[in-house]
């Protein structure tokens, strides 16, 4: 877990932390995790943040799960031809996306810690496959993600309720990396919006439309309350990381864990962004040295659009964190008010993108025509168009004109009493 005194968080600063070379003992159980330690004199009181790094300190449970990656494989702009028009200010803006099934495979376990003065907390194991089943990928995703997390929480503003905890970590003797983060939950924002959506269809099924007219209004606000809280608290997250120079640059519905998906609880709900494998850090003193690995993309991106500059570069790779947050937002604002199987992230995705080309109140004329989607434009409509309001902002063609997030966190439609 990382520890660090109160006096000493302002002042210092955080070395980032490597995972080194495989020992060469095939049995060898050593973790690849080292402790930190950074002084400004020697008369300055040493600020220590240490991981738990031993495999006997925790206790590993069942298996809760699987995913993995897609790669962006290559990027190109639209080709104009006469069923498909830009201006010239529209170039460089839109990108094509080739995408494939990355070679990582992610799985989650549940433990605890299992000795030391935390021992019982409980913890989710995020386990990278070793080098042999994934090459050297699976390492680097788990080094990104670790470095990430480290300097997050290291900041001098404290621990970010939003963000997901790192407690440690440990190498397995076939090379696997396990990341040990606090278990303050087990649903995801998919997770929610699964649940709700077969909770619509469950109504409808039932020839429920004569239900009581109050009750179902109630149950509208209730779903309401919680998606809004919901982004509004995966937002918070991606402000806290973006006023301290960390994209996260694989935000989506996943990648925000729940402690609850039950609407009546919604008061009690505390969204934290995970899934940090991808992370990139836009300090001006690394924008100036090479691209990483999992930056060259997003900075091809960049230039594409006519980002050159260090600032522009910066501006342009918060703008496109704030684009796929766009994406969750559209995504929280559909799936969980329709029937299942109705709409999904991709089919969403693709009608913003390509059939209404990113305008948003087109794509609303068009919901507005299908019965099994008016719950989602009620929702949206809220506070004389709000939702539209805030999402057309975010999904702005423009990257320059996208707001920020902390932009996001106090627009109306999530501060004001659109209920």
């Known amino acids: 877990m990382l520890f660090a005194t109160p006096h ?28 930190w330690v950074s002084s400004r004199t020697r008369s300055t009181p040493l600020c220590t943040a240490s991981l738990i790094t031993s495999p006997d300190s925790f206790e590993v449970g069942r298996l809760i799960g699987s995913y993995g990656f897609m790669n962006v494989t290559s990027y190109s702009g639209f080709q104009a031809g006469p069923d498909l028009e830009f201006s010239s200010g529209d170039l460089g803006q839109l990108r094509v996306q080739d995408v494939g099934e990355g070679s990582v495979k992610i799985r989650l376990y549940e433990g ?15 386990v990278y496959p070793g080098q042999r089943a994934a090459g ?6 788990a080094a990104n993600e670790l470095n990430a997390h480290a300097f ?6 404290g621990i970010c309720k939003n963000l997901l905890l790192l407690l440690g970590g440990f190498e397995t003797k076939t090379g696997e990396q396990w990341l040990a983060f606090r278990g303050d939950g087990k ?4 997770d929610f919006a699964k649940a709700a959506s077969e909770k619509v269809s469950r109504v409808r099924s039932l020839q429920e439309n004569s239900w009581n007219p109050f009750e179902k209004e109630q149950a509208f606000k209730r779903r309401t309350y919680f998606i809004i809280r919901l982004f509004l608290g995966a937002m918070r997250g991606l402000a806290y ?19 609850t998906i039950v609407e009546r609880d919604a008061a009690y709900l505390v969204p934290k962004l995970r899934d940090l494998a991808f992370s990139v850090d836009i300090s001006f003193s690394s924008l100036e040295e090479c691209p990483s690995t999992f930056s060259e993309g997003l900075w091809r991106r960049a230039s594409s659009a006519g980002a050159f500059t260090p600032m522009e570069k910066r501006a342009f790779g918060i703008a496109d964190d704030i684009y796929e947050a766009g994406l969750l937002f559209a995504y929280l604002a559909f799936v969980p008010f329709c029937e299942a199987g ?12 390509s059939t209404f080309k990113l305008d948003v109140m087109a794509t609303r004329e068009y919901c507005l025509a299908d019965d099994r989607l008016l719950e989602a434009v009620k929702f949206l409509d809220l ?19 996208r707001p920020i997030a902390e932009a996001v966190v106090n627009h109306r439609f999530l501060t004001a009493d659109v209920l």
């Not at 649903?187 to 998919?190: E, F, L």
């Open 8 to 35: 000493c968080l302002s002042s210092s600063t955080c070395l980032s932390p490597s995972i080194p070379r495989k020992p060469n003992s095939p049995h060898s159980r050593k973790p690849r995790f080292t402790t």
């Open 112 to 126: 605890r810690i299992a000795q030391g003065p935390f021992k019982g907390t409980p913890v989710i194991f995020k």
């Open 136 to 141: 050297i990928e699976a390492d680097m995703m």
């Open 152 to 157: 997050l929480q290291n900041t001098s503003e």
């Open 187 to 190: 649903y995801s924002a998919a």
């Open 241 to 259: 990381m973006h006023n301290h120079e960390r994209l996260h640059q694989s935000l989506g519905p996943a990648s925000v864990l729940l402690n």
């Open 342 to 353: 109705i709409m999904d992230g991709l089919s969403l995705q693709r009608l913003l993108e």
């Open 383 to 401: 506070g004389q168009g709000a939702g539209w309001e805030l999402l057309q902002a975010m999904l702005n063609p423009d990257f320059r004109k």
